[in-house]
């Protein structure tokens, strides 16, 4: 155990380090400008200044030396860093018996911090609900539009935010959607928010060439291969009706399809094989039948029975086509948005084309650069560049390769790209949005001046809709302070960490890492964050949760709102996190944790 004299000189020793450490990120906060910053945000910028420069500093030594005095650490400092650094240092000094500076001013008391982002977060996502603070947001399916019930489910279910993505839909289901929005938030009495997600540029392929126009139908077999159920299909003979089916539909021309049950039915397929199906169920605009060998259904295929023929194969889908891609393949992206070839048996060296919905992208682009495609499923990276496009080789893919469709999203992480976050169609749908949403989220800002782009023309249409940053590329999380500091403008400000393209551009390595980082600057900035993508999206979809999304759903309780993603069973989705998000919400507040009584293993008299 140390002497009184050591334990004196080590005293010294933190109280000067601490002391230099306060001036330095006092300075920064008095340093920063705030001339562009709104009134009720500069208390908020202030602080954001001086957590970057406290953070500009390795602190774990200091951290370990203030534990063993059982001093608290600067490790929860974000909303309040100046209070946190006064605490510490009035301790030390306490602990020496020194006295503090007669020319220390006061900070802010520790729970202002907090309290201002509270104030922020009611402001931008609504008030908190009384059995949880995080607020939830659910994404819209299109079918909202004509079905108000299955938004009262969600609202009821404990839905605070809706969001209406722009880049689906058109304004007339948006207009359906934010009705139904308002009218079951009355009918509960609840207050719930809209929150509208604008398109921005849109960087996917363009598409491929359709193949011909045909549809399998094949029995389902046993391991053996062998037939245990025929595979169905519904032959319909009047085009006006849309089956509730999830039957493959074959559409017939000249039909006379009036059957008695068990009748069997020929045809030639695509591959000039005859095949037979069989009446299983006569319907007033067709029927049913069954067949238990695979059978390829092709326009123009005449249908006969009992040596009559009872229809012609008319207006079947063309088989969408892809370009397989293997590890060493190579592909070009071009500008040109015409449908591109895709062939079913190339020719060695044959090398597949592509769009790009965003020829801005292509210019950009220099060899060595990565171009990650669908999710980042296949990565390539710029071979070349010339008239013809750009020529990429593949990477990765997973083994035995992935097909690569259109409509596909497409990451540069390494390209600046030479386009703003508004695009001309955002800019014209502003004012309806700023008539029916309470929020606007910037989809793919990457620079202040895409901040500041959005901020005028709101300004220019006297809207004081909120503003929601979503970061989802590398360069956006690199800028996110300056991103902080141009929204700041406003006095209603939040982030949406947009996890999917995020973990895509920085690696899913990297992904928990980079969401940390932003949590802890928005909190320093009392700017409300949005924890978004794939939350609880097995259940969303298949009603069935997985084990690691039950705990990530967990950790989004830090956030000030979590948002769900639309999905056959996004009710139940939203139910479960609701419960989560309240246990959880007993238990943590950002990094603190709130040490509630736990009964678990609570002790019992007998």
Request: include cysteine.
């Amino acid at each position: 155990m140390e002497d009184g004299g050591d334990q004196d000189e080590e005293l010294e020793d933190l109280i000067a380090e601490l002391d230099a450490l306060d001036a330095m990120v006092r300075a920064a906060g008095e340093e920063i400008s705030l001339e562009h910053i709104h009134p009720e945000q500069r208390v908020s910028a202030q602080n954001m200044a001086r957590y970057l420069a406290l953070r500009s500093q390795d602190v774990r030594g200091l951290q370990h030396r203030l534990a063993e005095l059982g001093l608290s650490s600067l490790g929860r400092a974000e909303a309040h860093v100046a209070a946190t650094l006064h605490a510490v240092r009035r301790t030390l000094r306490a602990l020496a018996d020194v006295p503090l500076p007669d020319d220390v001013p006061p900070p802010p008391a520790f729970a202002a911090g907090w309290a201002q982002l509270r104030d922020n977060s009611v402001l931008l996502l609504g008030p908190e609900q009384e059995h949880r603070p995080t607020r939830i947001m659910v994404t819209l399916p299109s079918e909202a539009a004509d079905d108000p019930d299955l938004v009262m489910d969600l609202v009821r279910r404990g839905m605070d935010i809706a969001r209406i993505n722009c880049a689906h839909d058109e304004r007339e289901r948006w207009e359906r959607m934010a009705l139904h929005v308002r009218r079951a938030a009355d009918r509960t009495g609840r207050e719930v928010r809209v929150l509208m997600d604008l398109a921005g540029p849109k960087l996917r392929t363009g598409s491929i060439e359709p193949g011909p126009p045909v549809l399998r139908v094949r029995p389902r077999r046993n391991a053996y291969g062998r037939p245990v159920a025929p595979g169905q299909a519904l032959l319909l003979a009047d085009p006006t009706v849309e089956p509730d089916t999830e039957l493959a539909v074959i559409p017939v021309a000249d039909a006379d399809l009036d059957l008695a049950g068990r009748t069997e039915i020929s045809l030639v397929d695509a591959r000039g094989a005859t095949r037979r199906a069989i009446v299983s169920a006569r319907l007033d605009h067709g029927c049913i039948v069954d067949v238990w060998r695979t059978t390829w259904f092709t326009e123009g295929s005449e249908l006969r029975a009992d040596g009559r023929r009872v229809g012609t194969v008319v207006d079947l889908p063309r088989a969408e086509r892809a370009h397989l891609l293997r590890t060493g393949d190579r592909l070009r992206l071009v500008e040109d948005l015409e449908p591109a070839q895709a062939l079913d048996d190339p020719a060695p060296g044959w090398i597949p084309e592509i769009g790009c919905t965003l020829p801005e992208a292509l210019t950009a682009l220099h060899p060595g650069d990565r171009v990650l495609f669908d999710d980042g499923t296949i990565r390539t990276e710029v071979e070349s560049v010339d008239q013809r496009g750009v020529l990429l080789r593949v990477t990765f893919t997973r083994p035995g390769g992935r097909r690569l469709r259109g409509g596909k999203g497409i990451n540069l992480p390494d390209t600046p790209l030479p386009v703003t976050a508004t695009t001309e169609k955002d800019i014209e749908d502003l004012p309806v949005i700023a008539e029916l949403g309470d929020v606007v989220a910037l989809s793919f800002v990457r620079r202040p001046d895409d901040v500041s782009a959005l901020l005028d023309r709101l300004d220019e249409i006297g809207s004081d809709l909120g503003v929601v940053l979503k970061i989802e590329t590398v360069a956006a999380f690199e800028a996110l302070p300056e991103l902080l500091r141009t929204a700041m403008r406003r006095p209603v400000v939040g982030v949406m960490i947009a996890r999917g393209d995020l973990a895509v551009e920085a690696g899913w390595i990297r992904l928990a890492e980079v969401q940390e980082e932003i949590l802890w600057l928005c909190e320093s900035a009392h700017v409300p964050v949005i924890w978004a993508t794939q939350v609880l999206e097995t259940l969303a979809k298949t009603g069935q949760a997985s084990r690691s999304e039950i705990t990530d759903a967990a950790m989004s309780e830090r956030a000030e709102c979590v948002m769900l993603n639309k999905g056959p069973y996004v009710g139940a989705a939203v139910t479960a996190l609701d419960d989560i998000l309240a246990r959880m919400g007993s238990h943590q507040h950002k990094k603190l944790s709130l040490l509630r009584r736990l009964q678990a293993w609570s002790q019992t008299d007998g």
